[in-house]
């Protein structure tokens, strides 16, 4: 190894970079390189700079005060620096540094702020590093290595000690004793560490103590509270599945009610639809009316045909001859009676047909009058049937106070008159919500719909009296004096216009203005969101906030929802709540309905009556019509044929086979038309049979759903009697099964649900007495065991944790303890040996080169030892059944294995004396001289005493370079000659960098470095390579 190169920048006078090129060994020897220039030149800085970059801390020995006075401070041309940089190139080529790099870089800045840094090989590294580096090399700062005219004076003025100092980093033992160093450093840092861990050890031991037993007895409270928490869940899980059981089958029993209730209402509705297009009479009326016109044309066209048939056969049968004209008078007379008996008769008929028109006209009024009062019964029985239903649906939804813990509310609502208008009803009552937001504002309202509001506290105060007096339960009050508004804070309005955020509940519900504080006490800071993912969106904990499904998130953070079954009060009830007043309402307007009912009934009854009396008169007279018109016709025809007769007694007989020709023909006519007029009248008569067929068996089918729909009507009474009944004991058993929820929110401290989420065990329902007698009989077990703070387990962990930590640290500190105990003692042993070796090498040289450099005398070094006392400590260990590491609780409760470990460890120290090497001291006789003391030597012998010390030490432990700094300055030109062969051949071994002044020192050089300064205070560099030159002038 060797120096390769030296590059300064802003280092003293240095401000320009300059760069020292050294030569590498050639033909077996190291290079000489001189470095020359006048005083003040700056040359010195040269070897300031090595000193620098290796790590010299003294600013003393860098002829400075403070560390910025190694940056160029600048001239009158030249400004002052921010820094200065000085990096060292050493050839590692023989790895002698122990690195494996062929050039190690050593580099140091510093900055005039006071940072600075070292790097080796351009990576930041410690002082420390560079100093072990050194170490390593054989070379440092306080070393042989760089040797000045002061160290040569100092090397024989110093004291013992010091020399000693000196000679053993010139022995190659600085690494060692850098090591030694750090290990007695950190020996004596693990002792305090130990002392430290003992003191802690035995603070922690007697807590650790206590916290043991409370431990094993916080144990025996869970195990108990275990076997208790078991024995409820399969307790309350027993209840649970029993009321469910119950629940359950009482909704099935709910669904087949309200399957047979669907059904018989929807017959009823039928039967009622049908009933009421059956009472309608208009279009029937009509119908019957055209099919009686009808009949009377046809019959009429038939009654005309067989007159004029009549008539007809009359001619035929009577003879032409001439007896007939003797009875023309006759005839005549005849035909006169005929036509007055058929105008007296026609008269008659004309009377009883509007007889009967009139009596047809009364039974169409009391039918149509039968069939209104049929209606209107129909409607008011359907309407009473909805009333009925009505108040057993207001029965069914009062029961609700009564077997859902309102009764007390109840009985105030009911009681509310008496008030004098101080108790202004329920909050449930006095809201309006829209459906969207329904569940969300029932769920976030929760108990306090159930809350009544009153005028003042007073008054509350006297309805807590009022019901305390009559034994009618439990209510809240909300005074409108009292209650003060909750409000959402500043900071959380913003949130209102994030996504997902529907509003400030109290903004999405309407209430009268004097309940506004109310209100605002209820939801005033509460938010509604859209969902859970909106509430995370906005941020759980921000502020208290409810989703539209039920979902709570408070601003704890607590998180409450899942499956929400509707039930108990909410802001849809108002007419449930309305209806306790409505009640008797509706009683009353049933009371009505059936009164009405009975008159209708009587009213339709006289309607029926009256119409069987005018149909009889109907008849009669429709009678007595078709006995007139059958007389009628008679007339007729005989009338007919007393005319023919007349008419054909007065023709000729010539005329008569004519006129009987054209009679036959006539007769075929009217025969045929009689058979049609017959076939018609047939067919009429057929048509209005059926019809009054048909409206006979409307009238029947009018009984058949009368009585239908009474019997329907009976069916759906009882079915919602049943359906009301069921409900409410469905209502009890929920209300049982409430209570049970909320007795083992309180009895176990968590949700039944969650319990019922782990399927715990049930037992049968005999057992349930002896698991409540278990239960008891645990919690007694409790209450003799006592609180204790659950934490007490963690902070044993914790202690114990700690306790084991010291234990382990102790062990490992006094491990460490022993092993640097041994590395320094062996490092000293190692040291002992190195110097011995060295010394007796250096003893030798020492003799040799005085001789050379005196031309004959005598010197040697001689060890002054020294005696010191030391601690010598041997440490006891005590017996103990286990290592404390492995201490459980139970043996921790063991008083006496916690005591014996009190003194587990004892340490015994004692005093031990021990000759150790305190200095050397030199003793050097010139030639014909016997010196006693060092400092009786004149000034150029101990120059050369010093050389020849040095000149010893490099040639027994040789640095890789070797720093002269006008080493030579007080020796004459023979010494000189004499030490510049010495250093010739010791290049052999290290290289040299001399500053000098000296021409024989500069002959022997192999190269030479001229430092000049001009007039701006800036030093230069000159190089001159003196084997080159020398090559040249040859």
């Known amino acids: 190894?060797?120096?390769?190169?030296?590059?300064?920048?802003?280092?003293?006078?240095?401000?320009?970079?300059?760069?020292?090129?050294?030569?590498?060994?050639?033909?077996?020897?190291?290079?000489?390189?001189?470095?020359?220039?006048?005083?003040?030149?700056?040359?010195?800085?040269?070897?300031?700079?090595?000193?620098?970059?290796?790590?010299?801390?003294?600013?003393?020995?860098?002829?400075?005060?403070?560390?910025?006075?190694?940056?160029?401070?600048?001239?009158?041309?030249?400004?002052?620096?921010?820094?200065?940089?000085?990096?060292?190139?050493?050839?590692?080529?023989d790895n002698r540094a122990e690195l494996d790099y062929p050039e190690i870089v050593i580099t140091r800045r510093l900055y005039r702020s006071g940072e600075g840094e070292y790097l080796i090989n351009n990576n930041p590294v410690r002082l420390l590093d560079v100093h072990l580096l050194l170490a390593k090399a054989q070379f440092g700062q306080h070393s042989h290595s760089i040797i000045s005219q002061g160290t040569i004076d100092r090397l024989l003025t110093v004291n013992q000690a010091e020399r000693k100092e000196f000679l053993d980093e010139a022995s190659g033992i600085k690494e060692f004793q850098i090591k030694q160093h750090q290990a007695a450093l950190k020996l004596n840092r693990t002792r305090e560490n130990m002392e430290q861990a003992e003191r802690l050890l035995a603070e922690v031991e007697p807590h650790l103590k206590i916290l043991a037993r409370q431990v094993k007895k916080l144990e025996k409270r869970q195990e108990v509270e275990l076997s208790l928490r078991e024995f409820q869940e399969k307790y309350y899980a027993t209840l649970h599945k029993r009321n469910q059981d119950e629940i359950n089958e009482i909704n099935r029993q709910l669904e087949g009610v309200e399957t047979n209730y669907r059904s018989a209402f929807n017959e009823l509705s039928v039967a009622q639809t049908e009933l009421a297009e059956l009472a309608k009479a208009e279009s029937r009326q009509e119908v019957f009316t055209a099919l009686q016109v009808k009949h009377q044309v046809a019959s009429k066209e038939k009654n005309d045909i067989e007159r004029n048939l009549a008539i007809l056969e009359g001619r035929l049968t009577s003879g032409y001859h001439e007896a007939g004209k003797g009875n023309i008078g006759w005839l005549e007379n005849k035909i006169k009676e005929i036509k007055f008996s058929r105008e007296q008769l026609t008269v008659q008929i004309q009377s009883a047909t509007s007889e009967l028109s009139r009596y047809q006209e009364q039974f169409n009024l009391v039918q149509k009058k039968i069939n209104d009062l049929s209606v209107e019964k129909t409607e008011k029985s359907v309407q009473l049937s909805r009333m009925r239903s009505a108040l057993m649906q207001n029965q069914s939804e009062q029961n609700f106070f009564q077997f859902s813990g309102l009764s007390a509310v109840k009985a105030l609502l009911e009681a509310r008159e008496n008030w004098g208008g101080k108790i202004f009803g329920l909050v449930a009552e006095l809201g309006e919500v829209e459906e969207t937001y329904r569940v969300a504002l029932d769920v976030a309202a929760g108990a306090n719909l159930s809350s009544l509001v009153v005028e003042n506290d007073e008054t509350g105060k006297r309805a807590i009296e009022y019901l305390r007096t009559h034994k009618l339960g439990v209510a809240t009050f909300l005074p409108l004096n009292k209650i003060q508004?909750?409000?959402?804070?500043?900071?959380?309005?913003?949130?209102?216009?994030?996504?997902?955020?529907?509003?400030?509940?109290?903004?999405?519900?309407?209430?009268?203005?004097?309940?506004?504080?109310?209100?605002a006490y209820i939801f005033g800071d509460t938010i509604i969101v859209k969902d859970l993912v909106a509430a995370q969106r906005v941020g759980i904990g921000r502020a208290r906030m409810v989703t539209l499904e039920g979902d709570v998130v408070e601003k704890r953070g607590v998180l409450r929802g899942g499956f929400r079954k509707t039930q108990g009060l909410s802001f849809a009830s108002q007419l449930m709540l309305s209806g306790i007043e409505r009640a008797r309402d509706f009683e009353a307007q049933i009371n009505l309905e059936e009164q009405n009912l009975i008159t209708v009934d009587k009213q339709l009854d006289n309607a029926k009556s009256e119409l069987a009396k005018l149909e009889m008169e109907v008849k009669m007279g429709e009678n007595k019509i078709n006995l007139q018109n059958t007389?009628?016709?008679?007339?007729?025809?005989?009338?007919?044929?007393?005319?023919?007769?007349?008419?054909?007694?007065?023709?000729?007989?010539?005329?008569?086979?004519?006129?009987?020709?054209?009679?036959?023909?006539?007769?075929?006519?009217?025969?045929?038309?009689?058979?049609?007029?017959?076939?018609?009248?047939?067919?009429?008569?057929?048509?209005?049979?059926?019809?009054?067929?048909?409206?006979?068996d409307k009238k029947q089918r009018v009984f058949a759903l009368q009585e239908k729909m009474q019997f329907k009507q009976n069916e759906v009474n009882n079915i919602l009697t049943i359906r009301n009944e069921l409900k409410i004991s469905l209502a009890k058993i929920e209300t049982k099964q409430e209570d049970l929820r909320e007795e083992a929110q309180n009895d176990m401290g968590v949700a039944l649900e969650s319990v019922l989420e782990r399927n715990p065990m049930v037992a049968p329902i005999e057992e349930l007495n002896n698991l409540a007698q278990e239960i008891q009989k645990l919690k007694y077990q409790l209450s003799l065991i006592g609180g204790i703070d659950e934490e007490v387990t963690a902070e044993f962990t914790t202690t114990k944790e700690r306790y084991d930590f010291l234990e382990g640290q102790l062990v490992d500190l006094r491990s460490a303890t022993a092993d640097l105990e041994k590395m320094v003692m062996e490092l000293d042993e190692l040291m002992k040996k190195k110097r011995a070796v060295a010394f007796k090498k250096i003893q030798k040289e020492f003799e040799r080169y005085f001789k050379i450099l005196f031309s004959g005398g005598s010197a040697k070094l001689e060890e002054i030892y020294g005696e010191s006392e030391t601690e010598e400590t041997e440490e006891v260990v005590a017996t103990s059944p286990e290592n404390t590491n492995n201490l459980t609780i139970q043996q921790f409760n063991n008083e006496n294995l916690i005591e014996s470990n009190d003194s587990s460890n004892v340490e015994q120290k004692k005093a031990k004396k021990e000759k150790i090497l305190t200095g050397i001291d030199i003793i050097a006789n010139p030639p014909g001289k016997k010196i006693k003391n060092i400092n009786a030597l004149s000034g150029g012998e101990r120059t050369l005493t010093s050389i020849a010390l040095i000149c010893a030490i490099l040639n027994c432990n040789p640095s890789p370079f070797v720093i002269l700094d006008e080493v030579e300055a007080a020796l004459d030109e023979a010494n000189t000659l004499r030490f510049a062969n010495i250093m010739g051949e010791l290049s052999a071994k290290s290289q040299f960098v001399v500053i000098t002044h000296n021409r024989v020192t500069m002959h022997s050089a192999d190269a030479l470095y001229g430092v000049t300064m001009s007039g701006d205070g800036v030093s230069k560099l000159l190089s001159v390579k003196l084997n080159e030159a020398e090559k040249v002038n040859k």
């Open 1 to 93: 190894m060797y120096l390769k190169r030296l590059e300064i920048q802003g280092f003293k006078s240095f401000a320009n970079k300059i760069v020292l090129d050294f030569l590498p060994p050639q033909s077996g020897r190291f290079s000489i390189t001189a470095v020359v220039g006048p005083n003040g030149s700056g040359k010195s800085n040269v070897v300031d700079a090595i000193r620098w970059v290796m790590g010299e801390q003294s600013i003393k020995n860098l002829r400075g005060k403070k560390s910025e006075d190694v940056i160029f401070a600048g001239s009158e041309n030249k400004g002052a620096l921010g820094a200065c940089e000085v990096t060292m190139i050493l050839d590692n080529a």
């Open 485 to 519: 508004p909750r409000v959402l804070y500043s900071e959380s309005e913003s949130i209102l216009h994030e996504e997902g955020v529907l509003g400030l509940a109290l903004n999405l519900i309407k209430y009268p203005a004097q309940f506004t504080n109310i209100f």
């Open 631 to 696: 007389e009628e016709q008679n007339f007729s025809r005989e009338l007919a044929g007393l005319e023919k007769e007349l008419q054909l007694s007065q023709i000729s007989p010539s005329e008569y086979s004519k006129v009987l020709a054209d009679l036959n023909k006539e007769k075929e006519v009217l025969l045929k038309s009689l058979t049609i007029a017959a076939e018609k009248l047939i067919k009429f008569d057929a048509e209005i049979s059926e019809f009054n067929q048909k409206e006979e």
